[in-house]
């Protein structure tokens, strides 16, 4: 196994700036074998109040990216979290950079940060670790999506920190 003990996180006050709510998109997929946006959902609300959700839920991970641009556009969403689980086949591979892809086009288009939590299912030795890493991984892109929403500044504090969502922490390179 990669990782160990149990995942202690903690995104701050419970309670955002006087009047503040923001609006969380949540995207995920038919084809995924974990729930991951429960876990998110559950992390961020045992975190943080002062924000809405909006979840839609499309076939696959190639729908991502135009349900993430609507979710921005049409339901002014302040950020969206696309939660996807590819397969271990070159198709499925292929199709998640694609999907990634235009993900990141969107990000453009619309000037918003869109939070990409995918979790390829070669990523683990076994079914249990695999969903063990989704949990994690949803759970940490979640308190990130936060941070983005109410305090963007203090991920500069952990720059350069070899962080990773869902596995232990890397740590910085030293000279």
Request: with cysteine.
């Amino acid at each position: 196994m990669r990782y160990s003990g149990k995942l202690q996180i903690n995104a701050g006050a419970k309670c955002p700036q006087a009047g503040l709510m923001r609006k969380l998109g949540i995207a995920d997929t038919t084809f995924a074998r974990y729930d991951m946006v429960k876990a998110a959902i559950n992390e961020i609300r045992q975190t943080r109040t002062g924000i809405k959700f909006l979840r839609r839920t499309v076939p696959g991970i190639k729908d991502l990216p135009v349900i993430a641009k609507k979710l921005i556009e049409e339901q002014n969403c302040d950020l969206v979290m696309a939660f996807g689980m590819p397969g271990k086949t070159p198709i499925d591979k292929q199709c998640a950079h694609e999907a990634s892809l235009g993900l990141i086009w969107v990000q453009l288009l619309t000037n918003k940060h869109i939070i990409e939590v995918f979790v390829h299912e070669d990523e683990a030795e076994d079914e249990k670790e695999l969903a063990l890493l989704a949990e994690r991984r949803a759970r940490e892109h979640a308190l990130n999506a936060v941070k983005l929403l109410f305090e963007p500044e203090s991920l500069t504090k952990k720059a350069g920190m070899g962080l990773r969502q869902g596995f232990l922490d890397v740590g910085p390179l030293k000279l």
